[in-house]
């Protein structure tokens, strides 16, 4: 009699460990089962999806990489300079909501599929969350919108945090984005760090490092750094264009240099990951000569001077200037 | 005296369809043209900038006579992110030449 109810509060465990943890549709690779979204099952708020992908304990170890990725925008992917966050906004109000299919007649109807147009580069993860995630996100935007407008600095900053808590980070790069040709090199496992190395790497929640195949490629940074359209959607979005361009372009006719050659090392940047902000990339990227020269120009009796002003310019970077 | 802007930029198609360009990443799948400056490639532009004339006798008759010698040529690049100068605009590369032309001569 004892032994049966054992069992029974077994399956009831077992049933309620379902019940609370959501689980991903089957994929058809193998191994997908090992990755931290799947071990974790999905997010189901913000704080949660935070935590999935939680590379706090990285600076313990790494703590120029840490800062210099503080520096980049990557590390505020979500709000960015503001301008990205009221994007999202527009997109939600000039988009979603005007598109007549799109199933959106409020900000409170908005779903993950409907943000990833936005978050398949700016949040990658939260393809790995539920609708509740993409309904708390549009809030807090909406919400840090509404306190900017009522001039509340302190609600505004803890809103402005709250998307800033979700961020590229180095588990996205280094982790859940270290590998895309999944079927081939496998998929990304939780507990384990992809980069140049192989081996045992020091710490309790990633106790491996393993060789990702693209870290030091520029497909890594082109998964994000768009080929134009992204057609893989329901409603189709088109945001960077520069690795289309890269290949297109610059692959097809001037260089061989990667992304990471020009935007890590070359620049002395390393993870500080930049463009236009910063002298080490705007400095290399084009140049600018112009001449000019003045005289009398004479048409026919007619002496009209002028100034002639030519403007050369070579774009010497890896992809169009700008992009889009 | 003399403005002139070009815009070097690729130009969205609004839903990949059409003549209209598109604005926002929502409504943006496609490009109708592309001005923006490839990698590789040199992009030339020139400019010609005709003097201010003023009317004046001389010797009993009308001519056009410079107004000024002296020409304040200004030529800057700006990386407009937002694709207004009022957002975030990023002065790239700036010119500035004095362009002069004889008084004298026939």
Known sequence: MNKVTAQGALAAALLLAALVVPSFAEKAGIGWKETIAAKSGKARTLAELAKMYDSSSCVECHQEEHDQSRKSIHSRSIYGTARTAMTIITTIENGLMEEPYSGVKSPKDVKVEHLMGCAKCHLPQLADAEDSVARELVSTLYGWKDALRKKD????KKAEEKLKSVTINCLICHNRNAITHKWQDGYPKAGVVYGSKAGDHPSDKFPKMAESPIMSEAIQCGQCHGLGPNLELDEPTQCCTSYGSYLWVYKAEVGQETCQECHMKNSKLGHNIQGYRDPAMTDKAVDFKVEAFGYHWRDGAQITPKAVVKVEMLNRSGHSIPDG | MFNQEKIYMPV???????????????????????TGLPPG?????????????????????????PSAYDLDVEVKLWYLPYGSANSDPFLWREFAQTVSISKGGK
């Open chain 2, 12 to 34: 969205p198609q609004q839903l990949a369809r059409g003549d209209r360009m598109g604005r926002g990443p929502y409504e943006k799948s496609g490009l109708i043209e592309d």
């Open chain 2, 41 to 65: 490639k040199m992009v030339k532009e020139r400019f010609d900038i005709m003097y201010p004339l003023d009317e004046v006798e001389e010797n009993g008759k009308t001519v056009n006579k």
């Open chain 1, 153 to 156: 600095k302190a609600a505004a």
